[in-house]
């Protein structure tokens, strides 16, 4: 068992390093997440990153067959509670654990799929691929975050979803350069990439500030574990929000639009004050 246990906290440590090579925002807010809470967060976010990854960047290999082999791998990994990827192994373990199920995971690679098949979405399309791809993120996590109380999972499930739903839109703006110049995608239905202008880029905020408001609530009841970790990724993304929102139209689709490392440390720091201070 010792041994079993050593290639479990390897696995982990390969989430925790994708994690941190990947996204420096997410990264800070994993650390103030109780001891506990960090390496099943890690292994959430190794399995989503590694799932985008196959749809986003390997332009030169079988991307379909890739995603649906990744797809069968994962439902074996669940089954067997074992597996030699890295990646699945660790995430497979969360599952088992905290009850995330198909119900999650099924919509999640489903939006993996519609970047394959889609580079307009209408308002369906749009709401799906919300939902798969940021939604249900914040779902799992959630269901991490609650540890097997289902009640508590209900009550905050529609918050965490309009958190999911607010940093996938404010993804959409910050990357529309990149989602069109290299993979043909305008996420945002009716809208065209050559002639966004203020207006439209308005509304899509006002929608964006919506979500927000909605999400703070629920970022409010978290169990205490939770709280400054996801209340420093929702102050993160309210900053980036501010930056997107003080630049124009034009400026977004021509330029990515972030929040320098600088910044981010400032924020975590900020965060924990108010945390402690519950100044939220």
């Known amino acids: 068992m010792l041994h079993m246990k050593l290639y479990d906290d390897t696995c982990n440590e390969c989430s925790e390093l994708i994690t941190k090579r990947y996204s420096t925002s997410f990264s800070l807010g994993i650390r103030v997440f109780a001891k506990e809470l960090r390496?099943?967060?890690?292994?959430?976010?190794?399995?989503?990153?590694?799932?985008?990854?196959?749809?986003?960047?390997?332009?030169?290999?079988?991307?379909?067959?890739?995603?649906?082999?990744?797809?069968?791998?994962?439902?074996?990994?669940?089954?067997?509670?074992?597996?030699?990827?890295?990646?699945?192994?660790?995430?497979?373990?969360?599952?088992?654990?905290?009850?995330?199920?198909?119900?999650?995971?099924?919509?999640?690679?489903?939006?993996?799929?519609?970047?394959?098949?889609?580079?307009?979405?209408?308002?369906?399309?749009?709401?799906?691929?919300?939902?798969?791809?940021?939604?249900?993120?914040?779902?799992?996590?959630?269901?991490?975050?609650?540890?097997?109380?289902?009640?508590?999972?209900?009550?905050?499930?529609?918050?965490?979803?309009?958190?999911?739903?607010?940093?996938?839109?404010?993804?959409?703006?910050?990357d529309m350069k990149s989602d069109f110049q290299e993979r043909g995608r305008v996420y945002f239905p009716g809208v065209d990439y050559k002639s966004f202008d203020n207006m439209t880029k308005a509304e899509i905020e006002a929608d964006i500030k919506a979500d927000f408001d909605h999400a703070y609530i629920g970022i409010t009841q978290l169990p205490k574990s939770a709280r400054l970790g996801v209340y420093l990724a929702y102050v993160y993304y309210t900053k980036l929000f501010a930056k997107i929102k003080n630049a124009s139209a034009s400026l977004v689709v021509e330029e990515r639009i972030r929040v320098n490392d600088g910044r981010k440390i400032y924020l975590l720091c900020s965060s924990a004050v108010r945390h402690q201070m519950n100044w939220y």
């Open 39 to 174: 390496a099943p967060i890690y292994a959430v976010y190794g399995f989503v990153r590694f799932a985008d990854e196959i749809v986003d960047t390997f332009h030169n290999y079988p991307k379909e067959e890739l995603l649906n082999k990744f797809r069968a791998d994962t439902y074996q990994a669940m089954e067997e509670g074992i597996s030699l990827n890295p990646v699945l192994h660790a995430f497979q373990r969360v599952c088992r654990e905290y009850g995330i199920g198909r119900d999650l995971i099924d919509p999640f690679l489903d939006s993996m799929a519609m970047d394959l098949d889609y580079s307009l979405y209408n308002d369906s399309l749009y709401k799906t691929y919300i939902y798969g791809s940021a939604e249900v993120v914040g779902l799992m996590c959630l269901k991490v975050f609650c540890k097997g109380d289902d009640k508590e999972y209900e009550r905050l499930k529609p918050y965490a979803c309009s958190l999911g739903s607010a940093f996938q839109k404010i993804n959409f703006l910050r």
